[in-house]
């Protein structure tokens, strides 16, 4: 199994606290549900396990926020209802258009400057997996995401990095920032072999995205030990 296999699929879940179904924004339907949830986790896992920490300046756009998605709605342009004969009216060759909404609430800011709510709507098209699998702009959930500023365009672009994260893992962002810039060439693979240990000992850290972050590093550089992760995850 390759490392960075390994990491998503077993040290991310024992370090993961994912958030019960009941919080997600479902449809009644179970093959659906299913479908979401199975999407939230895989995502939640894939993304947390990819965030570059090493990339992120403090000074940058970069806030924990929730997004509080609507129910989407989806209209066909040109359409409309006769008043006289109440039918329903399209043009030729009608078009679907799905549209995404909601409220976009910042938690923190990694700048320290507070950020106002931003409310999106924007038509929606499945341009990447992993929006597919799972989309906290349609289904809702806690994000680590890029938010520039004096930027008026509201796009899935526009918020661009999106790393979607468990929301009981919030609290540990910042900390977890401030440790891994101070200590940048800890979590550089090409300094790994002399770091090893000290990144060992960081998997079984009190804050998990530092433990990931550890994990991560390890796997990039052909160092990460499965049994030795297996006997401190249990």
């Not at 060439?185 to 770091?195: K, Y």
């Not at 060992?200 to 804050?207: D, K, R």
Request: glycine share 4%; aromatic share 10%.
């Amino acid at each position: 199994m390759s490392n960075l296999k390994f990491i998503l699929t077993s040290i991310l879940p024992c370090l993961l606290c994912i958030r019960s179904e009941a919080d997600l924004n479902v449809d009644a339907s179970v093959a659906y549900h299913q479908r979401v949830v199975n999407g939230y986790y895989e995502r939640v896992i894939k993304d947390t396990a990819s965030i570059p920490w090493c990339q992120i300046d403090n000074a940058q756009d970069w806030v924990v926020a929730d997004v509080d998605a609507k129910p989407p709605y989806a209209t066909i342009p040109g359409s409309y209802i006769d008043v006289y004969s109440g039918k329903f009216i399209s043009p030729p060759n009608p078009e679907l258009v799905a549209f995404a909404l909601g409220t976009i609430n910042s938690i923190s800011s990694l700048s320290g400057q507070k950020r106002p709510s931003i409310n999106y709507k924007w038509v929606w098209s499945e341009g990447s997996s992993e929006e597919e699998k799972y989309s906290p702009f349609i289904s809702g959930g806690t994000v680590l995401m890029h938010l520039s500023q004096g930027n008026t365009e509201v796009s899935l672009a526009h918020f661009q990095p999106v790393y979607l994260i468990t929301n009981q893992w919030t609290p540990f962002v910042e900390p977890a920032l401030h440790y891994i810039q101070a200590n940048p060439t800890l979590f550089r693979p090409e300094f790994s072999s002399d770091h090893r240990s000290q990144l060992e000992n960081l998997l079984s850290i009190e804050n998990p995205l530092i433990a990931v972050a550890a994990a991560q590093t390890l796997g990039q550089a052909h160092l990460l030990d499965t049994k030795f992760v297996h006997s401190i995850s249990g």
